[in-house]
DNA sequence: GGAATAGTGTCTCTAAGACATTATTTG
DNA sequence: CAAATAATGTCTTAGAGACACTATTCC
């Protein structure tokens, strides 16, 4: 499952079934593990058919990697209850990328048959059309949701939806987006600032979102903030 | 795989392979799902067969669970490296059992093929022989070792170490024998009882350690732990 | 009594949360 | 000019770490 922040909001990459079971619901994009590819491999290059986006595990890492383009992966969890998909037994590997906002999805080719889904409005109070996903990715997606928000807190991983140079207003925002809720702009500002390694200075500054021209930074090499950054609570 | 904690080192439980690849060599416990069961019903099933234990997930949990003896069962990882099996191609679901001290390991009632191997010797700084384990089980050990060890800083999963009662005391031991390292008993003490839901008192009293008797707990509710137990540094 | 463990209290310092204030752009 | 965003600074308070000290058992 594909993740990303729009707009303010957490969104998740669906594709319409064309075919039964569930034809007509949307579903998270998948495929089949090939004969002589390692699982990780096979999430990759399925993600890059769907979307076009390249995203792979570092070598030897088995289970997250960062790749060139800053998008995330890493495995999520595996499903296998007998009977969540009706014609016969599937256990399926679930891989979670984390990307900054694509341009358009394309699954396949066919424009129409995939979109951005905010995450609002599949579950939690938002929720006004009950729409439901084919088979248990619900469930996959809920599990997904909740690693990459608890995920942010302790490491580096929210640089993951952000261009390869971002301000710190504009980290901010992926924070507010993925935990829905408003932080303060100057202790936010300080602690990112102040945790060695999280954000490395690259020397310009834009203005692209109005007001005083911004510093950009890139993702500096920290994986574990420590001490982490703390969700606030209900 | 199953960890626990004897003599305030942390362990993992190892069965000898009787048969070609690995002839000899120590492995983590395994089998088969069979068709008509889940995934981590299979893990529970395998693992009664293998050690006598029930540790079963709570209904409708997918990731985790928590059964009555304090056995705590969740999914880890799945590896599918192509070559990683040399007969054929091979996916395995891992799963990590945290459980009490266990009288002893009998393996489908051959105790000289199961053994409790303290988790420095097979690596770190302790180890001495160099011994390993079969397929990509040092991998597998490494990464379900990581987990144990950071969940038990947000979480109070800590207690599924523990017996059904126990005292601060011994809670600490199970820290300090899963980090390696010494906790202050003092601070540890104001922490544990501090953090609301945690610890149960149990009404009664033991002196099972020598000294003065400690009170005994039950593990309270609380399955996250906000402001977590913050591991110390290197 | 001495050793061991349990439990409470006190002090310091880091860091989070709640603000004020200044700086620099666009409209 | 006002409005928006960026960046720095101050105050308060919660909580972790480093201790001293008392309590209660077994030997």
Redesign the interface.
């Known amino acids: 499952m594909v993740l990303t922040v729009r707009d303010h909001e957490l969104c998740a990459l669906l594709v319409k079934r064309g075919e039964a079971p569930f034809k007509g619901y949307w579903a998270l994009p998948g495929g089949f593990?090939r004969?002589?590819?390692?699982?990780a491999e096979a999430a990759s290059r399925e993600l890059a058919e769907e979307t076009g986006l390249r995203a792979q595990t570092a070598p030897g890492q088995?289970?997250a990697g960062q790749n060139p383009f800053g998008a995330h992966l890493e495995?999520l969890?595996?499903?296998?209850?007998?009977q969540r998909d009706p014609r016969m037994?599937v256990?399926s590997?679930a891989y979670l990328v984390l990307a900054p906002d694509l341009p358009s999805p394309r699954a396949g080719g066919d424009a129409s048959s995939a979109r951005w889904a905010p995450v609002s409005e599949l579950f939690g109070e938002d929720r006004n059309d009950g729409e439901l996903l084919a088979f248990d990715h619900g469930?996959i997606l809920a599990?997904g949701v909740e690693r990459a928000r608890s995920k942010i807190e302790y490491s580096s991983l929210a640089t993951a939806f952000c261009p390869p140079e971002f301000t710190v207003g504009e980290l901010r925002r992926v924070y507010e987006a993925v935990w829905g809720v408003v932080l303060d702009p100057r202790n936010f500002h300080r602690k990112v600032t102040g945790t060695p390694g999280f954000l490395l200075p690259s020397g310009g500054t834009t203005t692209r979102q109005g007001g005083r021209p911004a510093q950009l930074f890139k993702a500096g090499g920290a994986t574990v903030l420590?001490?982490?950054m703390?969700r606030p609570?209900a």
Chains 1, 2 share one sequence.
């Open positions: 593990v004969p002589d590819e390692g699982l088995v289970l495995q969890a595996t499903y296998g209850h007998p037994r256990v590997v469930q599990d420590n001490p982490p703390l609570e």
